[in-house]
């Protein structure tokens, strides 16, 4: 996990735009800024929400789509039960009863990477649900990843200690290049 780190770092703070579009080196490298700014004011390691984002949507390949085709910027997943800003609908698979079924909902559409990690980082500071996890890693309570699998909020919160257990499951799919290690 170190070696694998040490590369996310080094690939995180590349210009974008040596990196090859819809690759998961572009993706980090765009959205690592945005990642630093909400790890640091909700106090985990800045990795844990690239990967969160990285399974969320695939790389940045899965993203959602607007209705006139353009990304949603959706990085975490978020639904907008309650939201009352813009919308993107679209099919999502749901486990019910432990049931894997697909279904059509809205989720939170944002004007750029940075409204999505702002709003995230607000519903986590904000969300009742979310309180018991923050304060723990606030407090460096070191505890298992908290699994927060509800309808209408991300599917998980990574605390800080581990960190390199959720970037190396996102890293499983796929190995990151350095800036100068492209063709």
């Given at each position: ?150 309808e209408d909020v991300p ?29």
């Amino acid at each position: 996990p170190d070696a694998a780190c040490d590369e996310v770092e080094q690939v995180a703070s590349a210009d974008p735009t040596k990196y090859a579009r819809n690759t998961p080196e572009r993706f980090v490298a765009e959205i690592w800024g945005h990642a630093q700014k909400a790890a640091k004011e909700l106090g985990v390691d800045p990795r844990a929400l690239v990967a969160q984002a990285a399974l969320e949507t695939g790389w940045g390949k899965r993203q959602i789509k607007t209705g006139e085709g353009g990304s949603a910027h959706n990085l975490f997943g978020i639904k907008a039960t309650g939201w009352k800003g813009e919308r993107a609908r679209t099919a999502t698979h749901e486990y019910v009863d432990g049931v894997k079924r697909t279904e059509t909902a809205d989720f939170r559409a944002y004007a750029s990477p940075a409204e999505s990690f702002a709003d995230y980082v607000r519903l986590l500071k904000t969300n009742p649900r979310y309180q018991q996890a923050l304060a723990a890693v606030v407090a460096g309570v070191r505890a298992e990843p908290v699994g927060l699998v509800v309808e209408d909020v991300p599917t998980a919160v990574v605390l800080e200690g581990q960190v390199d257990k959720a970037f190396e499951k996102a890293l499983q799919t796929v190995e990151l290049q350095p800036a100068g290690g492209l063709a």
